[in-house]
């Protein structure tokens, strides 16, 4: 009995000192678990953090997306407005250049018209020459005309 007992005896206190590495184990691992636990939350934490991170950078990025857009699309306004533009400013240059055309054809007109009216004007001169070379001789004649009245007047008087 006493064998026994002392056997028993030793066996309890190897199963106390098993139960107390058991329970020094089991406290090593809830403080490696709660140690997880916290390092698990400071992960999330972390996670949670770099989340909203991306998700501000992303709403930065719509938001430039957006205004790009927005003045992707005026500049295609402007765009439009400029080649309405230069296809107003072409089709001007064009008369323009149709208009120097013409301005070159009525200036060589008026040379033309120029030169005739001096022709005009050259013979006008003689013409008015000629009349008045002719007047004078009307008016001689018609001098004489008048000496001739006097003449006759007289000799009818003096016969």
């Known amino acids: 009995l006493k064998e026994e007992n002392a056997s028993l005896r030793s066996k309890i206190n190897k199963l106390q000192v098993l139960s107390e590495t058991q329970a020094n184990k089991m406290r090593k691992l809830e403080k490696k678990l709660e140690e997880n636990k916290i390092k698990e939350e400071k992960e999330a934490q972390d996670l949670e953090a770099m989340v909203q991170h991306v998700e501000q950078n992303l709403q930065l990025m719509t ?85 001739i009245d006097r003449i006759s007047e007289v000799s009818e008087d003096g016969q």
Do not use: M, P
Request: no cysteine; net charge positive; glycine share 4%.
């Open 63 to 147: 938001k430039r997306a957006v205004k790009a857009e927005n003045s992707a699309a005026k500049l295609r306004q402007e765009n439009a407005l400029l080649q309405v533009q230069l296809r107003n400013y072409k089709a001007e240059n064009e008369a323009l250049r149709l208009g120097q055309a013409g301005l070159a054809t009525a200036k060589q007109n008026a040379e033309v018209a120029l030169q005739h009216l001096l022709r005009v004007t050259t013979s006008s001169r003689a013409s008015i020459r000629q009349l008045l070379s002719g007047a004078e001789s009307l008016q001689l004649v018609a001098d004489l005309l008048k000496s």
